[in-house]
């Protein structure tokens, strides 16, 4: 009979926990004392519950322990020793700090971080490049207040807003801010911790000139987009070399007054011929062409595309508990486990589309088959079953 050589002797969720640091888990559960309360369900086992609901796609707690009970005779293939129950899992969501899940995200951060920054195949127009912007996840009743006035009906679902920082190299959250979704995005900015000569760029959500006063002076540059109703004067207006972009329609330095500060920015006016529209770019940075600082502007996009890979393959809009903490517990295990699938897509031998290798490992959470050996040459086992000349003679020739 021919065989598969992808088969092994652990399923692909046992493969997946290996990048799971139980030492670092248990190192953060002990600084959060998120154990204290608990005799069997401990940090680690409330991770692992919690991921497995992620990477499974289920919808329920009941669903969540229905299928666990299934695979309960591999339970151990869980690194667990004792079989959540419902009850248990929804007491844990509502009690055991969210912030917990938080630190270890980070510190799983900290842990890849080199490696996902090498292994990246994007090429930042700056170094040291973050990207900021703000998600907004709709939920099924008014737990946070939601965006916007409330209608007629009287009926109005809430809303939290998840305001986010990544880097563009490893292109993952580096900071993670919670709030309702009618708070306004700018009293994020205040969060930052930026490193001097970084590069930060956001959309015009974010306008705050008070930050960018603040970042001018610790040499932090931002790029931008003005807003339509802005409020400036020309200070002066710089000359555009035949070398760059012919999109540039110009590059000035303008003054805007704010209660009783001027600010002096730089305004770049950029024309994309591919969408017909004027984009207007407000930055700090006057050594870089202006050119340059539309690129920038550019890269924004790339944060877009991380916030759609999170709600697609980790979809978050089933809820396993009714509270703040429960929601934020599934938000920061969703953003784990596509930390790990980066990580396993980066490691893999061959290119994956993410939603294509995540929908696999979907399916075969609990079978026996040999991971990597699967990514690098999916095609190899039926090759090898199409190919091979018959193990035996036939009955009747």
């Given at each position: ?339 790990l699938m980066l990580v396993v897509q980066r490691k893999a031998k061959r290119r994956w589309a993410f939603s294509n290798m995540v929908s696999i490992i979907r399916y075969h959470l609990m079978s026996y088959i040999d991971l990597f050996s699967f990514l690098k040459d999916p095609d190899q086992s ?16």
């Amino acid at each position: 009979m021919n065989k598969s050589t992808h088969f092994t002797g652990q399923p692909i969720i046992k493969q997946l926990l290996r990048f799971l640091d139980a030492s670092i888990i248990n190192r953060t559960a002990r600084a959060w004392d998120s154990d204290r309360y608990y005799k069997r369900f401990k940090t680690y086992d409330h991770l692992v519950t919690m991921l497995f609901a992620a990477l499974s796609g289920v919808s329920s707690l009941r669903e969540l322990s229905s299928v666990i009970l299934a695979c309960e005779g591999k339970i151990n293939h869980l690194n667990m020793k004792h079989f959540p129950r419902r009850s248990t899992i929804s007491d844990a969501n509502a009690h055991r700090s969210s912030e917990v899940f938080g630190a270890i995200y980070h510190r799983l951060l900290s842990k890849y971080r080199s490696f996902l920054s090498d292994s990246s195949p994007r090429t930042p127009v700056v170094k040291n490049l973050k990207i900021i912007d703000s998600t907004t996840i709709s939920l099924f009743s008014d737990i946070l207040k939601g965006p916007g006035r409330s209608p007629l009906s009287g009926k109005k679902k809430g809303g939290i807003k998840m305001h986010t920082m990544i880097s563009a190299l490893e292109d993952v959250p580096q900071l993670v801010r919670f709030s309702s979704a009618a708070r306004h995005d700018h009293t994020f900015l205040a969060d930052l911790k930026l490193a001097e000569g970084s590069f930060v760029v956001f959309d015009k959500g974010y306008t705050d000139y008070t930050q960018y006063e603040t970042w001018t002076s610790q040499d932090v540059f931002f790029v931008t987009r003005q807003k339509d109703n802005a409020s400036y004067g020309p200070v002066a207006e710089y000359d555009i070399p035949d070398s760059i972009d012919s999109g540039i329609l110009k590059d000035e330095q303008i003054l805007v007054q704010k209660d009783d500060k001027q600010i002096l920015l730089r305004r770049i006016a950029y024309y994309h011929s591919g969408q017909d529209k004027t984009y207007i770019f407000i930055t700090n940075n006057y050594q870089l062409a202006a050119d340059r600082i539309a690129d920038i502007y550019k890269n924004r996009w790339q944060i877009e595309s991380m916030f759609k890979r999170l709600k697609q393959n980790f979809p978050l809009k089933y809820f396993l508990g009714d509270n703040q903490n429960a929601i934020e517990i599934q938000i920061w295990v969703s953003l784990i486990a596509q930390l790990l699938m980066l990580v396993v897509q980066r490691k893999a031998k061959r290119r994956w589309a993410f939603s294509n290798m995540v929908s696999i490992i979907r399916y075969h959470l609990m079978s026996y088959i040999d991971l990597f050996s699967f990514l690098k040459d999916p095609d190899q086992s039926w090759a090898h079953l199409t190919t091979k000349p018959p193990d035996q003679l036939a009955l009747f020739s």
